[in-house]
């Protein structure tokens, strides 16, 4: 959807970019996120990154894609 400004489910091209998700309030924000550890066996410093997620919604049939807003931050490779 993001790339073709269509649904890949109905076909529709009416998208909602900039939705809210409520979602847990980590650090402070309402947005939802998204994370992995760089370390995992760690016992405790797992190095945790993270990143907020954004909807991109049909407003025809109400196909969802969330997009991670900075994929690169939990890049781990």
């Known amino acids: 959807m993001k790339k073709t400004s269509k649904c890949p489910k ?6 909602i970019v900039g939705a809210r998700i409520r979602g847990d309030s980590n650090y402070g924000e309402n947005k939802l996120t998204a994370g992995v550890f760089a370390n995992p066996d760690a016992l405790v410093f797992k190095d945790t990154r993270t990143t907020t997620v954004s909807p991109w919604i ?3 049939c109400g ?13 781990l490779l």
Do not use: F, M, Q, W
């Open 58 to 60: 049909c407003s025809g």
């Open 10 to 15: 109905c076909g529709g091209t009416k998208i």
């Open 63 to 75: 196909y969802v894609e969330l997009y991670a807003d900075n994929p690169r931050g939990i890049d």
